[in-house]
């Protein structure tokens, strides 16, 4: 299969399944899964050409893992990443003593001044290394990567979860916990 349409194919799911189920014309429970057979008409009426052996090879081969299919593969969701209301059932879990966390320079005043906010997103997703986090500040320009003292902040009281593809999850992360790589 074309790495570029599997890549295209990737992009259009998280839009419809972080962002917006209504471009596909379908909705998310509150756990964030689509029946997948409805996603695939969905993507047909929207003029996507998307069949299940695509849909297999997106899930199977996406560079981050996106995507989850349920234990018996009639639904789907994105892993983390959303904008829409849902709860990922993700049970608060012990992080690593560190964590890492990709931006770019023009954001650092704001950062140091009230740490790090969800933006649109739910929660803030921090790295487990610093190779990773500099992936993530690269898509904006020339990274930068904080470090987060992951360890301070759990024995603090702050929940920590992690997705099954290893991003780690915090509503929020104050600027005492944080500092330059
Ligand atoms: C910054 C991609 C001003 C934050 C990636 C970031 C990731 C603040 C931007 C995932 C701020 C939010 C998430 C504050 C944070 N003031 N700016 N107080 N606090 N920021 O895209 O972490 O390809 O919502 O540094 O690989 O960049 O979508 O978050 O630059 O894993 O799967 O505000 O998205 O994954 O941007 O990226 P985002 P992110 P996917």
Same mark, same amino acid.
Not at 25 to 46: M, T, Y
Not at 99 to 124: N, Q
Not at 138 to 166: I, K, S, Y
């Given at each position: 299969?074309?790495?570029?349409?599997?890549?295209?194919? %990737?992009?259009?799911?998280?839009?419809?399944?972080?962002? =917006?189920?209504?471009?596909?014309?379908?909705?998310?429970?509150?756990?964030?899964?689509?029946?997948?057979?409805?996603?695939?008409?969905?993507?047909?009426? %929207?003029?996507?050409?998307?069949?299940?052996?695509?849909?297999?090879?997106?899930?199977?081969?996406?560079?981050?893992?996106?995507?989850?299919? %349920?234990?018996?593969?009639?639904?789907?969701?994105?892993?983390?990443?959303?904008? $829409?209301?849902?709860?990922?059932?993700?049970?608060?879990?012990?992080?690593?003593? /560190?964590?890492?966390?990709? &931006?770019?320079?023009?954001?650092?005043?704001?950062? /140091?001044?009230?740490?790090?906010?969800?933006?649109?997103?739910?929660?803030?997703?921090? %790295?487990?290394? #610093?190779? /990773? #986090? &500099?992936?993530?500040?690269?898509?904006?320009?020339?990274?930068?990567?904080? &470090?987060?003292?992951?360890?301070?902040?759990?024995? =603090?009281?702050?929940?920590?979860?992690? /997705?099954?593809?290893?991003?780690?999850? $915090?509503?929020?992360?104050?600027?005492?916990?944080?500092?330059? =790589?």
């Amino acid at each position: 299969m074309d790495q570029k349409e599997i890549v295209r194919t %990737s992009k259009f799911l998280s839009l419809v399944l972080r962002h =917006d189920p209504a471009r596909a014309g379908i909705g998310l429970d509150a756990r964030g899964w689509a029946p997948v057979d409805d996603l695939l008409a969905g993507c047909r009426r %929207s003029g996507r050409r998307i069949n299940r052996d695509l849909l297999d090879e997106v899930v199977a081969r996406d560079g981050k893992g996106r995507f989850e299919f %349920s234990p018996d593969r009639t639904r789907i969701r994105a892993r983390q990443g959303h904008s $829409v209301p849902v709860d990922l059932g993700l049970e608060p879990c012990v992080p690593p003593p /560190t964590l890492y966390h990709g &931006t770019v320079a023009r954001f650092l005043p704001a950062i /140091t001044a009230e740490g790090l906010r969800p933006g649109k997103r739910h929660d803030v997703h921090l %790295s487990p290394d #610093a190779e /990773t #986090a &500099t992936r993530v500040g690269a898509r904006r320009g020339r990274p930068v990567v904080l &470090t987060v003292d992951a360890g301070r902040m759990r024995a =603090d009281g702050h929940e920590f979860r992690v /997705t099954a593809n290893g991003v780690w999850l $915090v509503p929020a992360v104050p600027p005492a916990y944080l500092d330059p =790589d």
